[in-house]
């Protein structure tokens, strides 16, 4: 429609000069290209049909300006009547709903972004299962990333697609949250090596809480109380090896929120 409504509006407008005809409507194409290829959802394929839409009709009515208004009603009329049967011939032959696949899709960033934290966590880094994981979950969240766009178009509730993108936001963040513990843990154990045993319990602790499967809040509630009781207090900061102890359980602080929200997410969704 948006491409019919262009021809209808550039061919009058630019019919004595048909070289900026083409110039416009070379603008035109390759503007909304662009944006097409940059928009990462399903969306994009209107602005695909727009860009190429306008020289379908324009161009072949140069030498008969008056017949624009046919072809693009005709052309509009085509765009519709395609969109209608392949929805009834989808509905029929091949139904198929979309959430179903999301929802497997979530489980399996999750499968994997369990192992990943747990390999930081238990300080059993193997760079090769490592950068398997990463280069996993990235490709599962980029598939993520296409699905949620198309949510909406399937009937899901309002609600549901806000916490789809809210589950992705939280998605972006847990790599680089899990290397900022990383650096915190390496820290500690390389310059503070007396002071890893007593981090050594909120270690497991939080390997254990991950092992559940749930969003459940008093579990995790308890084990923030368990890292806010070994928190040094403010005046002890001036000592760096307090500091570098501090930082550790910021930085576990941090990635446990960070889970609790997706898990939560998680859930909501389902």
């Not at 959802?41 to 695909?48: C, D, H, I, P």
């Not at 949510?151 to 939280?170: D, F, I």
């Not at 319990?201 to 923030?224: F, N, S, V």
């Amino acid at each position: 429609f948006i491409g019919a409504a262009a021809a209808v509006l550039f061919v009058p407008m630019f019919v004595q000069s048909p070289y900026v005809l083409v110039v416009v409507i070379a603008l035109w194409t390759g503007t909304l290209l662009f944006l097409s290829l940059h928009l990462r959802t399903a969306n994009n394929y209107a602005l695909m049909l727009a860009g190429y839409t306008l020289p379908l009709i324009a161009l072949p009515v140069v030498n008969n300006p008056l017949g624009v208004w046919d072809v693009a009603e005709a052309r509009t009329e085509e765009i519709f009547l395609g969109i209608a049967v392949a929805a009834v011939v989808g509905a029929m032959f091949w139904p198929r709903r979309l959430a179903p696949v999301f929802n497997d899709s979530v489980s399996k960033w999750f499968t994997d972004a369990s192992t990943y934290s747990l390999r930081f966590l238990s300080r059993n880094v193997q760079p090769e299962e490592v950068s398997a994981l990463r280069a996993s979950m990235v490709a599962t969240f980029n598939s993520l990333e296409l699905m949620i766009g198309q949510l909406p178009h399937e009937g899901s509730r309002p609600q549901t697609v806000r916490n789809t993108k809210e589950l992705r936001g939280r998605m972006i963040h847990l790599l680089p949250v899990v290397d900022a513990l990383d650096d915190a843990l390496y820290a500690l154990e390389r310059r503070t090596p007396e002071l890893v045993d007593k981090f050594a319990p909120l270690l497991t602790a939080t390997t254990e809480w991950l092992g559940h499967k749930d969003a459940d809040l008093d579990r995790w509630q308890a084990l923030k109380d368990q890292l806010e009781a070994l928190q040094p207090a403010p005046e002890a900061l001036d000592d760096r090896k307090q500091l570098l102890f501090s930082n550790a359980i910021y930085r576990l602080g941090e990635w446990i929120d960070l889970w609790q929200d997706c898990r939560s997410l998680q859930y909501a969704i389902q």
